[in-house]
Antibody, heavy 120, light 107 residues
Framework: QLQLQESGSGLVKPSQTLSLTCAVSGGSISSGGYSWSWIRQPPGKGLEWIGYIYHSGSTYYNPSLKSRVTISVDRSKNQFSLKLSSVTAADTAVYYC????????????WGQGTLVTVSS | DIQMTQSPSSLSASVGDRVTITCRASQGISNSLAWYQQKPGKAPKLLLYAASRLESGVPSRFSGSGSGTDYTLTISSLQPEDFATYYCQQYYSTPPTFGQGTKVEIK
């Protein structure tokens, strides 16, 4: 059974960089046919797609965040990571990692989510 | 970006009721639509994809239909565990975008 687990700092100061990692178990992130995404949800609000990375290392980012986002993969550790720079209070959210299809970007496996608060 | 608009934003229903939630895209999405269920404090759960294909393990009381810009999620007989918030998501074009959610509450 595939499992995804987010980890990282839960409190980030304004203007700093948010860093999260998603550890994948029960399957290889290097196997083809899937995309690996980050999705966030501000408290009490809806879902926003941040970006995804393929096993090849190709990345796609939401244009609204593109200038601040980097998603990378570490195949040796079977994990992928998110960095979001120059954060503000508007970046406070629960951050989820999720698996989608390579062509069908519906997300069938999700991490439990981690709350990141941006505050001084 | 393709805008996804769900209606209603919330509804109250009783156990056993038939419930319908609508999702409208700002342009045609060729059935590239998924539905999710989210309970408080939990990650979303995939219910359907390709507008009408049931994800493995999801009860058959959930169904989806639609075409072009208009899509529907139907719960044929609402069960106690179905009280949650439901989201649609298009994956026809990047960035994938979600509807604002429909909260299904107990009447």
């Amino acid at each position: 059974q595939l499992q995804l687990q987010e980890s990282g700092s839960g409190l980030v100061k304004p203007s700093q960089t948010l860093s999260l990692t998603c550890a994948v178990s029960g399957g290889s992130i290097s196997s083809g046919g899937y995309s690996w995404s980050w999705i966030r949800q501000p408290p009490g609000k809806g879902l926003e797609w941040i970006g995804y990375i393929y096993h090849s290392g190709s990345t796609y980012y939401n244009p609204s965040l593109k200038s601040r986002v980097t998603i990378s993969v570490d195949r040796s550790k079977n994990q992928f990571s998110l960095k979001l720079s120059s954060v503000t209070a508007a970046d406070t959210a629960v951050y989820y990692c999720a698996r989608g299809g390579e062509l069908v970007h519906a997300y069938d496996y999700w991490g439990q989510g981690t709350l990141v608060t941006v505050s001084s | 970006d393709i805008q996804m608009t769900q209606s209603p934003s919330s509804l109250s229903a009783s156990v056993g009721d038939r419930v319908t939630i609508t999702c409208r895209a700002s342009q045609g999405i060729s059935n590239s639509l998924a539905w999710y269920q989210q309970k408080p404090g939990k990650a979303p759960k995939l219910l359907l994809y390709a507008a009408s294909r049931l994800e493995s393990g999801v009860p058959s009381r959930f169904s989806g239909s639609g075409s072009g810009t208009d899509y529907t999620l139907t719960i044929s007989s609402l069960q106690p565990e179905d009280f949650a918030t439901y989201y649609c998501q298009q994956y026809y074009s990047t960035p994938p975008t979600f509807g604002q959610g429909t909260k299904v509450e107990i009447k």
